[in-house]
């Protein structure tokens, strides 16, 4: 037996579908993450934040009215199959975290000497500011 949901309203762009129970449930928390991964695909929507037993869904109002957004994500969620958690979160996480970063704005051009970063090697190294202000090296980035 499928567990009860509530899909409600949380401001004007964004729905929140959650169980009604009080308990965690593994196989509901496996369709959560099935869900999150359909809907990233979906024309309209626009984030999706996976919770323990819920899904907080964003969407674009001007594409898609809320009343649609939400019988969309009543029609996917009654479609979704268990996904084992196995690499979802790291893809998830990983597109969430390339955003952001792509989102920061770069440090000023005129850097303290010995404040750059080197790519390249011998005469083809391109000296250009670090984006991580206290080192010298970007070689995490």
């Given at each position: 037996?499928?567990?009860p949901i509530t899909i409600s309203f949380s401001g004007g762009s964004a729905l929140l579908l959650q169980s009604n129970s009080t308990?965690?449930?593994?196989?509901?928390?496996?369709?959560?993450w099935s869900l999150a991964n359909?809907?990233?695909?979906?024309d309209g929507f626009t984030e999706t934040v996976p919770g323990m037993n819920n899904i907080l869904v964003l969407f674009d109002h001007d594409r898609l009215p809320p009343e649609e957004a939400r019988r969309?994500?009543?029609e996917r969620w009654s479609k979704a199959q268990p996904l084992?958690?196995?690499g979802?979160?790291?893809?998830?996480?990983?597109?969430?975290?390339?955003?952001?970063?792509?989102?920061?704005p770069l440090?000023?051009?005129?850097?303290?000497?010995?404040?750059?970063?080197s790519s390249g090697s011998g005469a083809a190294t391109v000296?250009?500011?670090?984006?991580?202000?206290?080192?010298t090296s970007c070689r995490m980035w």
């Open positions: 037996m499928r567990e308990r965690f449930d593994e196989q509901f928390q496996k369709r959560v359909d809907l990233n695909t979906v969309q994500l009543a084992p958690r196995r979802f979160m790291r893809r998830h996480c990983r597109k969430r975290l390339i955003s952001v970063w792509r989102s920061m440090p000023p051009l005129s850097m303290p000497p010995g404040r750059h970063c000296r250009r500011p670090c984006r991580r202000m206290a080192s």
